[in-house]
């Protein structure tokens, strides 16, 4: 999912002798007439105007459950969805005050499945501080800024009294990051909501990892046999090492698994990269 495919070329003789330019405005306007659209100077996307709304609500708590944050079982995109629709879920920590009758006057809710739900948000009252941190959708934060966010300042407190010049001694954060966290902190919205958390019983925790592979980069192209790339990617992580999506001048080893991307082993070679295989890096891992 993290792969970048490089456009060459455009091969307008293939392309059908109808086809009309896409008018990205007019069609999101025609599936969203609820959402005002913006595309802000230097970017390539179209992004929502504000960060209200119940699509908007949907997506953050379905990035807020999903595998790489919180990883709360059964709790999906169907399912945010039949939650935020029936008006039980208002804003993430909502999720912290559900009851299995609240869930059962759902259809897609048995007993089972209700218990099933209660139960797995029940286990996630302590999350890491990184997962939390990266599950609250700061603009620009992803999963690895977000660890060393948590390496960094090793509290949520900490963190939102953090000023623009202390965030950028976090290796990787620079001055646009930095302003968007501040920013997401200053906001009167966003403070109310983790004064919820709070007192709902969430406290992210902080646990100090280990450092064995402290200053160590890794790149995976191709499949791996025996994790998915997001699962290698998170024991690396903890282990003090960093998961880079391409190879770089400072890559320090290249996973090749099955299927290796062409363009990743020739920059590895070009960089003078270690390429390895998938044992190695078990071996490294474990």
């Known amino acids: ?110 007993e089972i499945s209700a218990q099933k739900l209660i139960d797995a948000i029940a286990t996630k009252k302590q999350p890491a501080l990184e997962r939390f941190l990266f599950g609250l959708g700061i603009r620009h934060v992803g999963a690895q800024t977000a660890i060393d966010l948590a390496n960094h300042f090793e509290s949520l407190e900490a963190m939102s009294r953090a000023t623009i010049d202390k965030l950028r001694e976090v290796d990787g954060v620079g001055e646009i990051v930095a302003e968007s966290i501040v920013a997401w902190f200053a906001d009167e919205d966003n403070v109310t909501l983790l004064e919820k958390f709070a007192n709902l019983g969430v406290t992210p925790q902080f ?37 880079q999506t391409a190879v770089a001048k400072d890559t320090t080893y290249l996973v090749a698994g099955g299927k290796v991307g062409a363009s990743k082993l020739k920059k590895a070679e070009q960089y003078g990269t270690k390429i390895i295989d998938e044992q190695t890096l078990l071996e490294l891992i474990q």
């Open 1 to 110: 999912g993290d792969s970048i495919p490089q456009v060459q070329a455009v091969l307008k003789e293939l392309r059908p002798e109808d086809a009309k330019p896409i008018d990205y405005p007019a069609e999101l306007a025609r599936q969203y007439p609820e959402l005002e659209f913006v595309r802000p100077a230097g970017e390539a996307v179209y992004r929502v105007k504000g960060l209200s709304g119940p699509l908007i609500l949907k997506r953050s708590l379905a990035h807020f459950a999903s595998k790489g944050a919180l990883d709360i079982d059964t709790l999906g995109e169907k399912n945010v969805d039949a939650l935020v629709e029936a008006g039980l879920v208002n804003d993430l920590a909502d999720i912290y005050r559900l009851t299995k009758d609240d869930l059962l006057q759902l259809e897609r809710f048995a």
């Open 207 to 243: 646990s100090q990892k280990s450092d064995r592979l402290a200053g160590q980069s890794f790149v995976i192209t191709g499949t791996l046999q025996s994790m998915g790339r997001e699962t290698a990617a998170e024991k690396i992580r903890n282990l003090g090492g960093t998961f």
